[in-house]
């Protein structure tokens, strides 16, 4: 595999040249109600085709979220397969939001199902959680070098309850996610331009409290409508912000149906967060 064939090259110049931002696809009951839409298959298919349409030519990264596509079923399934190929030929990297943790054959499942080329969900990445201990991650770690994709680890999330588990001590005194952040760390030894292993690390944490410094994205939920804003991350991220990947969902959908609204939204959102990187 080549360099320019690596998850993290990928990323690195989609961030460079359409703007370091990634939009959440997540079809919410009161977002669809919002675009004048009925809370169903088809519902979801209008609201999905008109976010791809709109911004996955344009945007870096698109980031479904599985859970509002699986609660219909097979027919949502279908209708996220679609979102996943369009905004792929489009040129977006797709990250699936789907949060899979688990062990030994079932992991390798879930790596296979995102991160295997012939499957139907493949994407570019997918976010797992490392709560059973690091090393069940391995079937996903190694899956996504084998088709050149990004695994992207929850470290320190935005919800105040992830803070009794993420923010406990560990073996030797280090904090739980700090001890995910080194493994991390690990994976991405001597990457370039950008590891494939990713962390994700709420914008909206204040002070992460934490070494950040993976050499590989870090993504950042939580900028617009849960109250982070671009101007936040040299804060929250410090000397490892140019590698922040800053998530916006509601305050780029809320701008839907139209498109022309979509687009301005994720442009504004791009420029600001290009300016806050620029001027950290």
Known sequence: ??????????????????????VGIDPHPSLLTAWGLNDDVAGLERFTRTTVEALADRVAVLKPQSAFFERFGSRGIAVL??????????????????????????MGAYAETYLRKDS???????????????GSL???????????????????????????????TA???????????DHMAAENAGAQPLGAVGAVVGATLGDA?????????????GIGAQGATPADLPRVFGAAVRNVVPSVSRGVLKEGPDAAGLRAAAERFADEVRAAVTDA
Not at 123 to 134: H, K, M, N, Q, R
Request: glycine share 12%; aromatic share 4%.
């Open 1 to 22: 595999m080549t360099l320019q064939e690596t998850f993290g090259a990928r990323l690195r110049q989609a961030m460079d040249t359409r703007g370091p931002l990634c």
């Open 81 to 106: 397969e679609k979102a996943v190929a369009e905004a792929r030929a489009a040129g977006a990297l797709v990250l699936m939001d789907a949060k899979r943790g688990d062990i030994g054959s079932t």
């Open 120 to 134: 139907p969900l493949f994407s570019d990445a997918v976010t797992v959680s490392p709560y059973l201990g690091f």
């Open 138 to 168: 391995r079937p996903a770690l190694d899956q996504a070098v084998l088709s050149g994709c990004g695994v992207f680890v929850l470290a320190l999330t935005s919800n105040p309850e992830g803070a009794e588990v993420q923010r406990s």
């Open 171 to 181: 073996a030797g005194g280090r904090s739980l996610a700090q001890v995910m952040l």
């Open 209 to 221: 409290g934490a070494d950040l410094d993976i050499n590989g994205p870090l993504l950042a939920p």
